[in-house]
C-alpha cells in the first residue's frame, strides 16, 4: 500500500501560478501606449496637424495575453489618413502621391523597449 502525506498547504504555488496569469501589467502597456502615441505624433507628417493629434491607443491584458493597439481617428470621406500617408494614394487627375513610411521608424524602438521590459517582468516570476 502506498501511503502520501502532505503537511501545510499550496499558497505559494498557487500565487505563483496567478503571476504566470498575468506576467504583463496593463500599466507597462499604458506606459509604452503613451510613449507610442508621443512617438507618432511627433513622426506623422504636419499639415494641418489633425492626424498628428489623431493617434490613440488600445492596452488589454486578458486570458493571458497582452495586446497594445494604436490607432488614428482622423478619417475623411471613409479614407484613413494616416495609412495614405504611410502607403501613397492617388490623385483625381490620375496621378500618385508617394506615401512615407513614418509609423514604423516611429513605433519600432517603442516596440524594443516594451518587449526589453516585459522579457524583464517574465524573467523575474
Known amino acids: 500500500m502506498i501511503r502520501i502525506k502532505q503537511k501545510g498547504d499550496l499558497k505559494k504555488i498557487t500565487s505563483y501560478l496567478k503571476k504566470l496569469e498575468h506576467p504583463i501589467s496593463l500599466s507597462l502597456l499604458k506606459k509604452y501606449g503613451e510613449e507610442g502615441v508621443a512617438a507618432l505624433e511627433a513622426a506623422t507628417p504636419f499639415d494641418t496637424g489633425l492626424t ?50 513614418y509609423i514604423n521608424p516611429a513605433i519600432q524602438p517603442i516596440f524594443d523597449k516594451l518587449a526589453k521590459e516585459a522579457w524583464k517582468e517574465v524573467t523575474k516570476l
Request: proline share 2%.
Open 52 to 101: 498628428a493629434k489623431s493617434w490613440e491607443y488600445k492596452a488589454s491584458v486578458s486570458d493571458g495575453r497582452a495586446v497594445l493597439t494604436f490607432y488614428n481617428t482622423n478619417i475623411q470621406n471613409g479614407v484613413p489618413i494616416a495609412i495614405i500617408l504611410q502607403y501613397g494614394h492617388g490623385t483625381r487627375n490620375g496621378g500618385w502621391v508617394e506615401g512615407r513610411d
